[in-house]
Each structure stands twice: as C-alpha cells, then as structure tokens.
C-alpha cells in the first residue's frame, strides 16, 4: 500500500508540473543560456538527477529547479520561492503549493523547510522532510 501511496505522488507531482505558470518555458530558455555563468554563486553546472538543490533556486509552484536565485516570498513565517508575479500571488493564497508530501513518510512537509532533490530531466524537483527520508526513500525504491 505504502508504494502505492508514492507511486501516487509521484503522478500528483507530475501532473502539478503541468499546472504551471505560463512563465516557465521563457525562463527555462533564459536559464539554459546562462547556467553556465552561475560560477560566482559556486554553482559552476546544473544539478544532476538525484543531487540536493538550493531552495532558493527552486519555484516551488512549478516544482522545478530554475539555476537561478529565486523571487523570495514571505509567508508565515517562512520563505518561499517563486519564478514570477504569478508566483507571488499563488504562494500566499494557495495552501497546496506550500506543501509537498514526502515520498518515503508521506507526512505533509512545507517546501520552505524541505530538502529538495531533483528528480527529473526535465530539472523536476522533490521534496523531502530531511537528507536521511530522501536516502530511505532510494534504499526503499532500489529494492522494488
């Protein structure tokens, strides 16, 4: 039941992947041209499948690595980070993109507090409570 449980989220984090901002695909051309200059930052390449992301280079309503320092939003005493206006607007309103569910406990987790990994190759992020769920959760899945 419990690989049921995150084959669904799985699917749920795709098809929020779908959900996204109508920004996304002309940052996602900007990004592409200049990942290779974020040397300044110490992110000299992107991130590969599997690898912890600064939060702060992740827009959490599309749930993607973006390569770049992020729109901080402010919220509950949390920080955010989004791509876009839209972004800012959603962020605040929208309880569902603040918070992911972790695929190995699948407790309800905020995104300002996850730590997140990317998990696509599409620079698809996912989101764990901590480093020791995220290494669980990839014991878990190898086995199956």
Do not use: W
């Not at 779908?18 to 290779?36: G, L, P, R």
């Not at 992301?53 to 509950?76: L, R, S, W």
């Amino acid at each position: 039941m419990k690989t049921i449980c995150k084959i669904g989220g799985t699917i749920t984090l795709v098809m929020v992947l779908f959900t996204s901002c109508s920004d996304k695909n002309s940052e996602k051309t900007i990004e592409a041209s200049s990942q290779k200059s974020l040397t300044k930052k110490g992110i000299d390449r992107a991130p590969k499948k599997g690898e912890n992301v600064p939060n702060n280079m992740v827009c959490m309503v599309n749930d993607a690595y973006m390569g770049k320092q992020q729109i901080e939003i402010a919220f509950g005493g949390k920080i955010y980070y989004g791509c876009c206006k839209m972004c800012k607007e959603k962020i605040p309103k929208d309880e569902r993109v603040r918070y992911a569910t972790d695929l190995h406990s699948l407790k309800k987790i905020s995104k300002a507090d996850a730590y997140i990994v990317m998990i696509g190759d599409n620079d698809e992020v996912a989101y764990f409570e901590n480093k020791e769920n995220y290494h669980l959760f990839l014991e878990e899945t190898s086995t199956l």
